[in-house]
């Protein structure tokens, strides 16, 4: 079976997108190393060993892993690793991940693989699937395939049977029913809309009534 848009994603395909993350994170990394020992000799004549420094290694590395995963959460919510396998992290009400609960989740990133052991039984029994750093940060992770969201915005959209619309009910005459008119009333064949009919302008006090004009055809006297 498929997975729907919107559901919380599961503990497979959380784990292959976090694998394929790390796969990433460590190629980039170990091409900076490279970079940096490049241009560490070119500045100061001698041969650097990048790997030899324990502890800019950790610097970088923290880094790095830190700028990766905040930086690509807060863009666009999911990192390439996640972006392959469909999953997104939004906020609990849905929301899109803004700088601040994408870095706290990152700090705890390590926390949460650290004690992998608590984080699988998490996904495995909670009902939003939610990890350490996702309680931490105030987040979940659900499945989000544009396409398969498309068709569900697609079957949304459509009206329930029997809900259908009914087409516009015309008139005798063949046209449309005036608006604000009762829809299933129809007009009558050979029905006309009556002339406007000016209002009889008032009185002044104290003068005579007009005296109404004659008939057609009848003597002036």
Same mark, same amino acid.
């Given at each position: ?14 784990a ?20 940096? @020992? ?29 700028v ?50 608590? @984080? ?12 350490i ?13 544009d396409?398969?969201?498309a ?25 449309a ?12 064949p ?32």
């Amino acid at each position: 079976m498929g997975h729907r848009q919107g559901q919380y994603a599961g503990l497979a395909s959380r784990a292959a997108a976090l694998g394929l993350d790390i796969l990433f994170l460590w190629l980039v990394f170990v091409l900076i190393g490279a970079a940096f @020992t490049f241009f560490a000799q070119q500045v100061t004549g001698n041969t650097f060993d990048f790997k030899a420094h324990h502890v800019l290694n950790d610097v970088v590395l923290i880094v790095w892993g830190f700028v990766y995963f905040a930086g690509q959460w807060t863009l666009g919510g999911r990192t390439l690793g996640m972006a392959a396998f469909g999953v997104q992290v939004v906020t609990t009400d849905g929301g899109p991940v803004h700088g601040g609960r994408a870095s706290v989740r990152a700090l705890l990133l390590p926390v949460a693989v650290s004690l992998f052991v608590i @984080t699988i039984f998490m996904l495995l029994i909670g009902r939003q699937r939610r990890g350490i750093h996702d309680l931490g940060a105030g987040t979940v992770v659900v499945y989000s395939w544009d396409a398969k969201g498309a068709r569900l915005r697609w079957l949304a959209g459509q009206n329930l049977p029997g809900e259908r619309s009914a087409p516009p009910t015309l008139g005798g005459n063949g046209t449309a029913p005036v608006p604000g008119a009762d829809p299933g009333q129809a007009a009558a064949p050979g029905d006309a809309p009556l002339p406007d009919r000016a209002a009889p302008e008032p009185t002044p006090a104290g003068a005579a009534p007009a005296a109404a004009a004659p008939a057609s055809g009848s003597p002036e006297r």
